[in-house]
């Protein structure tokens, strides 16, 4: 299993060009997320899809769009790139059933992107 | 809404020395609490997680944290630590209620010097 894979792992943009991260796991998970990472702030939650179908705004939601295209992948699209959106982005997928024992977030290994 | 505080953002420590990073959280409903692991240009891996039962809470790689409901901690430790263990460390919380949410912490750096 290959687990959560992330593409494209580096990316530079200018400001106002627009891009898709995209995201797919094998685990049959129900719930995929997409984090930001910034130095001395931790992860922060941009949006989340407890299953197919369905999306919801996380913590910093202002300026992304998400798709969860099927039950194994979920994009995360910058339509108008700024400089502040420069970070590393974390998808993740967790089982997102009833059995609460069950409940890890899964992570990627991260998209490196940078605006100018 | 949960918060969770990373008191040191970074704690130096000498190989096979003890150490505890150190993890309080605020909330004001019930929580199940998350360590993770990032090493250097790699995603993040769990290293253990509170859910119920036992406050003592032992992980991957020798690793081990304590609930401490009272004193809302949740602080990792590990008795020996080894160069490979170098890596940031973070602290998350997430509500009973709504497990889709995981706030993190801050992140401790923690650096082992040989």
């Known amino acids: 299993n290959a687990g959560v894979t992330q593409t494209p792992k580096f990316q530079v943009l200018k400001t106002g060009q627009s891009m898709t991260l995209q995201c797919a796991q094998d685990m049959n998970h129900n719930s995929m997320y997409w984090y930001r990472q910034d130095p001395g702030m931790g992860l922060r939650l941009i949006y989340y899809?407890?299953?197919?179908?369905?999306?919801d705004k996380g913590e910093v939601p202002n300026g992304y769009n998400v798709s969860r295209l099927n039950k194994r992948e979920f994009s995360l699209r910058l339509e108008s790139a700024a400089p502040s959106q420069t970070s590393v982005y974390f998808c993740?997928?967790?089982?997102?059933?009833?059995?609460?024992?069950?409940?890890?977030?899964?992570f990627g290994p991260g998209t490196r992107l940078l605006v100018l | 809404a949960q918060s969770v505080t990373q008191l040191d953002s970074q704690v130096p420590v000498f190989e096979e020395a003890p150490v505890e990073l150190r993890c309080n959280y605020s909330?004001?409903?019930?929580?199940?609490l998350f360590w993770y692991v990032q090493y250097p240009n790699q995603g993040l891996q769990l290293l253990l997680k509170?859910?119920?039962?036992?406050?003592l809470v032992k992980g991957i790689n020798g690793f081990e944290a304590e609930f401490n409901k009272s004193q809302t901690s949740f602080h990792l430790r590990k008795p020996s630590v080894h160069i490979s263990d170098t890596a940031e460390y973070f602290c998350?919380?997430?509500?009973?209620?709504?497990?889709?949410?995981?706030?993190f912490g801050t992140g401790t750096r923690l650096q082992v010097f040989p």
């Open positions: 993740a997928s967790s089982y997102g059933g009833a059995d609460v024992f069950e409940e890890t977030q899964y």
């Open positions: 509170y859910l119920s039962g036992s406050t």
């Open positions: 998350a919380v997430s509500a009973v209620a709504d497990t889709d949410k995981l706030i």
């Open positions: 909330s004001s409903v019930s929580v199940y």
């Open positions: 899809s407890a299953s197919e179908g369905t999306t």
